[in-house]
């Protein structure tokens, strides 16, 4: 006789379309998808598409400013600016963790990004010239890093929306310090007044292309509203960042450089002027300010930190042998 073995599991019968929809209706649900769950490839391929790019963004966000460590006008503006570079390089590491828990490697990852298959935002390839560049970055860099990331506290993908409640968080005040430095020197001499005008004028049109591409001309938007990886389009927050920062420059009494910049009563919205969209893709192609300099940056840390990551690894091996004695653990610490 032969016995038949009844136990099966209901997954067995299930096909590709049946996990796409239960996938879905999480989505539509607003359940959070985790690392184990089941997702389509794509979704996955375009997690870590953008997730990695965030990441790179922050790592890459750090040259710009860093370059004013050493250069900064008091002690307290040094110690601010420590923190908040550092902050950044947090970020970059909470997000490059999230990468990771969609099944690719931080070694895939930094490859990409050296091998310039990956991007990171526009915004950090052009230079920081002067003191108010640090205030302008932590304003317009930041206050526009701000409304995208606070969007994304509400993504579909777990374990990044969860980095982004704590990154905003520190984002915010990243900001609030960029504004003050360049209050403090919208009411200082006239060189300094004109140094936080000329900052506003370098950074205002290079902060609006971190929303990137029009709708109309976005690969990505209509895939990811679907799976609601992004909630608000790019032009909807480019346009909630302008409204936003045509009010706040009137405290600082400074202007935006746009001459089309005007209050639109029908649409209850500022209108404002059409961005250079060659600059945009020229810079994003590589071919901005900075790009080439960034880059080589970026890959002389790596090179350099190579013996820290041996370091690191074989300390971490040795803490998975268990000790047999207390002295023995002791002995290991
Ligand atoms: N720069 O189809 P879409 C920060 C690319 S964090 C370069 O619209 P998507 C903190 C895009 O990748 C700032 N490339 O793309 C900080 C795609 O190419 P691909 C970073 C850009 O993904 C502050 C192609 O164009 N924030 O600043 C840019 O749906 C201060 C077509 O575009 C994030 O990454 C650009 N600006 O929407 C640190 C937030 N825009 O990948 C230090 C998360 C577009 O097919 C100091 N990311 N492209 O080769 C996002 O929300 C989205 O990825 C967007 C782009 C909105 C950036």
Request: hydrophobic share 35%.
């Amino acid at each position: 006789m032969f016995a038949v073995n009844l136990h099966f599991n209901l997954f067995d019968f299930m096909g590709e379309k049946d996990f796409e929809k239960i996938f879905q209706e999480k989505i539509d649900n607003e359940i959070k998808i985790e690392p184990r769950d089941w997702m389509p490839e794509k979704y996955r391929q375009n997690l870590i598409r953008q997730v990695s790019q965030h990441a790179h963004s922050e790592i890459v966000g750090m040259l710009p400013e860093g370059n004013w460590i050493t250069r900064a006008p008091s002690l307290k503006r040094k110690a601010i600016l420590l923190a908040k570079v550092q902050d950044e390089a947090g970020h970059g590491l909470y997000l490059y963790s999230a990468t990771e828990t969609l099944g690719t490697t931080r070694e895939r990852t930094i490859n990409d990004l050296h091998s310039g298959k990956a991007k990171y935002s526009s915004i950090f390839n052009y230079p920081t010239l002067t003191w108010a560049d640090i205030g302008a970055i932590g304003w317009l860099v930041d206050g526009a890093a701000i409304l995208n990331q606070v969007m994304l506290t509400r993504t579909s993908y777990g374990p990044y929306a969860r980095a982004m409640v704590r990154i905003c968080r520190e984002e915010s005040f990243h900001q609030r310090q960029g504004f003050e430095i360049l209050l403090v020197l919208s009411k200082g001499t006239t060189e300094q007044k004109e140094m936080c005008q000329d900052a506003i004028n370098r950074w205002w049109w290079p902060s609006l292309m971190m929303f990137g591409p029009h709708d109309s001309d976005s690969t990505h938007s209509d895939q990811s509203m679907k799976w609601k990886i992004k909630r608000k389009s790019n032009d909807e927050l480019r346009q909630n960042f302008v409204d936003m920062i045509a009010e706040q420059v009137k405290v600082l009494g400074m202007s935006l450089p746009d001459p089309d910049l005007k209050w639109n009563n029908k649409t209850k919205h500022y209108d404002f002027g059409e961005i250079n969209w060659e600059e945009f893709w020229n810079v994003v192609k590589g071919n901005g300010p900075c790009n080439r300099q960034r880059l080589d940056a970026r890959k002389k840390a790596w090179e350099e930190g190579e013996w820290v990551r041996e370091a690191a690894a074989a300390y971490s091996e040795k803490r998975k042998i268990k000790p047999k004695t207390h002295k023995e653990a002791l002995e290991t610490v």
